[in-house]
């Protein structure tokens, strides 16, 4: 199995509706284009990325919403050296088709009482439906590790929420563990680097809002 050195996940740089929430009454969330500041974070991302990468080849996953590509783009990374594949299981969490901004902020304050993971959005997903079909994209990824082709890298450009969920779902991370976790920034790269004792660890960690508050004793 030809596992690679690096799995590279980023978050997409500022959005329209992570500038001015309103926008979501407008444009539905798959369409929401990164904002000028946005492409400028992607640029500076894609620099380091070029950095890490050098003249490997890299296997790229993106979430099929227009942030995510336009993130992508701005990377200017070497069309000849990447093998680009939208991958819609790493899109956003579902929040309703549309959504009335004082009802989101509404069904927000729900959710921090209720539970990230837990908490199902009206019309929409939860963490824990998101964290079902992350994990069903993590199954695929790791059959694809069987080629013995396969490049020395991944590359997923996706969503915040999708990148924490990744990550507890493969180091097994529990519930308490995960509603522990802040969302990265934009723009930000999260990276599982393969040790010589066969195993990944998590470049840096997520920053944490609080301390984990388990039920029980797990691990």
Same mark, same amino acid.
């Given at each position: 199995?030809?596992?690679?050195?690096?799995?590279v996940l980023?978050?997409?740089? +500022?959005?329209a %509706?992570?500038?001015?929430?309103?926008?979501?009454?407008?444009?539905?969330?798959?369409?929401m284009? @990164?904002?000028e500041?946005?492409?400028?974070?992607?640029?500076? #991302?894609?620099?380091?990325?070029?950095?890490?990468?050098g003249?490997?080849?890299?296997s790229?996953?993106?979430?099929?919403? *227009?942030? #995510?590509?336009?993130?992508?783009?701005?990377?200017? @990374?070497?069309?000849?050296?990447? *093998?680009?594949? +939208?991958?819609?299981r @790493?899109?956003?969490?579902d929040?309703?088709n549309?959504?009335?901004?004082?009802?989101?902020?509404?069904?927000?304050?729900?959710?921090?009482?209720?539970?990230?993971?837990?908490?199902?959005?009206?019309?929409? +997903?939860?963490?824990a439906?998101?964290?079902?079909?992350?994990?069903?994209?993590?199954?695929?990824?790791?059959?694809?590790?069987?080629?013995?082709?396969h490049?020395?890298?991944?590359l997923?450009? #996706?969503?915040?929420?999708a990148?924490?969920?990744?990550?507890? *779902?493969? !180091?097994h991370?529990?519930?308490a563990? !995960?509603?522990?976790?802040s969302?990265?920034?934009?723009? +930000?790269i999260?990276? @599982?680097?393969l040790?010589?004792? %066969?195993?990944? #660890?998590?470049?840096?960690?997520?920053?944490?809002?609080?301390d984990?508050?388990?039920?029980g004793?797990?691990?």
């Amino acid at each position: 199995m030809a596992r690679p050195r690096r799995i590279v996940l980023v978050r997409h740089g +500022e959005s329209a %509706g992570n500038a001015d929430h309103s926008v979501y009454e407008r444009e539905p969330d798959h369409a929401m284009a @990164l904002t000028e500041r946005g492409r400028r974070q992607a640029e500076e #991302t894609g620099k380091r990325l070029r950095d890490i990468f050098g003249r490997e080849r890299v296997s790229v996953y993106v979430s099929p919403y *227009r942030r #995510t590509h336009e993130t992508l783009r701005a990377f200017h @990374l070497d069309p000849d050296l990447i *093998r680009v594949r +939208e991958e819609p299981r @790493l899109r956003e969490q579902d929040w309703g088709n549309w959504q009335d901004c004082d009802d989101v902020r509404l069904q927000k304050e729900y959710r921090d009482t209720y539970g990230h993971f837990f908490y199902r959005f009206a019309q929409g +997903e939860s963490g824990a439906d998101v964290y079902d079909r992350v994990g069903g994209f993590l199954e695929s990824l790791y059959r694809s590790f069987e080629a013995p082709d396969h490049p020395p890298n991944v590359l997923l450009v #996706t969503h915040g929420l999708a990148m924490r969920l990744f990550c507890m *779902r493969w !180091f097994h991370w529990t519930v308490a563990e !995960f509603e522990s976790l802040s969302n990265p920034g934009n723009g +930000e790269i999260r990276m @599982l680097v393969l040790g010589d004792d %066969g195993k990944y #660890t998590l470049d840096r960690p997520f920053d944490r809002w609080r301390d984990p508050q388990p039920y029980g004793i797990t691990g």
